[in-house]
């Protein structure tokens, strides 16, 4: 039943991830990678998930907050924004240049980013803060946090997870795009976050994981019931692969700063239309 | 200090519910105020000063004003990173509040010395930068910083500070106050080290040497004006801070001076050299060890001015 429903978000990941290889390649930019990983995961959000923001009306008190804190990859969020009309898709190309609107991390100057980031370890304690807040005045909205692997490295990620867990803010949801890949290598090499679901259990949080973190379908179910406990916060974990829907990418480490020549992009775009949407 | 500080917070927060303290842990006998007068705007996030800084952030972008608080270096250095790209960038409505600004802790060791702070932190776009020097002064400023919409970084003193203002405090941010005038020289001061400042003018006083005192309560945005009047007004001007040689109040000063084209006064900056403060005692003992004793003071001033 869902597989119908859920055209919209298949077409905006699929533009998204053509948007983001032609800003890092205009650009000649990095983290191509990260930014395929999320494509499906931010379509879902925006399309499915957030209530009560549009790009006329994107600091309504009422919205869902939605922290992304793995900034590096805010090219995805750019190009999803863009594609929802919440500034001129022109903007796209002028990533990462000089002079140009969008940097090569989010910023909130940026009608629709909640919150700037970039240097990991940020978005989960801000995203705490905010739920805090929403939880003690009994507001309505829910705050999410994506995060990623390298986000989980830091202590501070943990600081808020404890806390959260602590005081039981089950309006708080942290999305992990665990593509287990990181800056220099595999994620299980360098910080095993194994038996991540367990540790979250362990810390207070309501913890699913989605077994293919590109399934629009289980995305928006995973997300769709939330809290996952309730009187906990909640993590959703979603397997993903970086640099997903490009052969020579995916799982390839390399691909987090790996610039992408005039060949691998045509390629890559190629490969991205063939397998449509 | 620091019982003025929470004690004026409190009165605000009774009438402010956009008042949030966010704690890590550190405020014993001081902060049980707030925390049972208001519990849902209480949190403490435990031995976490970056989640503490982080979660501040959030709690501000939801339109409330939040306080973090803890002992010299624990609320600044240690989430330095989060102060800069969440507070800052962001224009977030949090005040960051230290208790025992300088040496205050003395004995306590350098763990817990707040010595490079004000150049750190004024070194951060928004970030406005206080340091008050006695008690009616810290209640003036904290009802200023809570008025005003952005982040501030307030140095706190620790406890008994004596007064150094004789007269009811005025408090502007940004507006250096003159507590005592005279046109031989102006010694220009921020923070609790006021006291000896004053001390060493009086004494100058009854040796003829007329000195203007000035508390430079706000080391960002720093009183332009004051600083050139000093230079254009009296002999010379002698800064002070129980800080860092580099960097602070002092630097702070000198850039006015040489940018205002008024860098032709006499001036000399008095202040901790530039080493670790690796010597055990009490605040007043480190002080005294450190040249910043009254008679240092006053000695400086006649120095410069032979």
Known sequence: MLESKNPKCRELAYQVKLNCLKMVYGGQSGHIGSMLSCAEILSVLYLKILRNITPEDAKNLERDRLIFSKGHGGGALFATLAELGYFPKEWL????????????????????????????????????????????????????????????????????????????????????????????????????????????????????????????????????????????????????????????????FNCHYGPVTKELYEKAVAEIKAKGI | MRAAFNKALLEIAKKDPRVYMILADIGYGEIEGFANAFPKRFINCGVAEQNMTGVACGVAMEGNIAITYSIANFPTLRCLEQIRNDVCYHKANVKIVIIGGGMAYGPLGISHHSTEDLAILRALPNMVVIAPCDIPEAIEATKAMMAYNGPVYYRCGYKKEPNVYDAPVKFTIGKANVIRDGKDATVIFTGTIGHNCKLAVEELAKKGIKCRLISMHTVKPIDVEAIKNAATQTGAIITVEEHNICGGLGSAVAEVLMDGGVGKVPFKRLALPDVNVSKIGSQKWLIEEYGLGVQHIAKAVKGILK
């Open chain 1, 93 to 252: 190309d002028t990533y990462y240049q000089d002079a140009g609107k969008l940097s090569g991390h989010i910023s909130h100057h940026i009608n629709g980013v909640e919150f700037s980031t970039g240097s990991l370890g940020h978005g989960m304690p801000v995203a705490a803060g905010m739920a805090l807040v929403g939880y003690r005045t009994k507001q309505k909205h829910h705050v999410f946090c994506v995060v990623s692997d390298g986000d989980c490295n830091a202590g501070s990620t943990w600081e808020a997870i404890m806390l959260a867990g602590q005081h039981g803010w089950d309006n708080l949801t942290m999305i992990v795009d665990y593509n287990r890949l990181q800056a220099l290598g595999n994620s299980e090499d360098i910080i095993n976050l194994e038996p991540f679901d367990a540790k979250l259990r362990d810390f207070g949080w309501g913890v699913k994981t989605v077994e293919d973190g590109h399934d629009v379908n289980e995305l928006e179910k995973a997300l769709t019931k939330l809290p996952v406990e309730k009187g906990k916060p909640s993590a959703i974990i979603c397997r993903t692969i970086k640099g997903k829907g490009v052969s020579f990418m995916e799982g390839n």
